[in-house]
């Protein structure tokens, strides 16, 4: 991975896993594992109805979501209500971004005042030509 980068290292995983290679199986259900418990923690704190899995994460999903379930398990068999939907991201490598503008498209909504006030552009024929 140091030598090629995490794309192709993704990539190779992705070709184990589509194989059923049982190192990468391993390796996936680990990391689902760590994940149900970094989604149980967090929503423990906070109140979340949906932790949607992007990038790679949403790629490896099928391999992933099975350790996670079982992870969520125990606290949806207690309490039922508070299970968050787990999903893959939908929106490609844009998710981030386009998760980021609708956060500040309703924060700018919900409270007008905390939009900064734009800062108007000095008429192009005033400035010194270059």
């Not at 689902?32 to 929503?43: Q, W």
């Not at 790679?56 to 350790?67: K, V």
């Not at 969520?72 to 503008?101: S, Y």
Request: glycine share 8%; with cysteine; hydrophobic share 45%.
């Amino acid at each position: 991975m140091r030598r090629n980068g995490l794309g192709p290292a993704a990539d190779q995983l992705t070709q184990a896993l589509d194989c059923g290679d049982e190192r990468a199986r391993a390796a996936a259900d680990l990391a689902g594992r760590a994940l149900g418990t970094a989604i149980l923690s967090i929503t423990a704190l906070l109140d979340i109805d949906e932790v949607i899995l992007g990038g790679t994460l949403a790629q490896w999903f099928p391999w992933l979501e099975p350790s996670i379930r079982r992870q969520l398990a125990g606290r949806q068999a207690l309490v039922p209500d508070i299970e968050p939907a787990v999903t893959p991201a939908r929106l490609g490598t844009d998710a981030t971004l386009l998760g980021v503008i609708e956060f500040a498209r309703r924060a700018a909504l919900a409270d007008p005042a905390t939009v900064p006030r734009s800062v108007p552009i000095p008429n192009r024929s005033a400035l010194p030509a270059s």
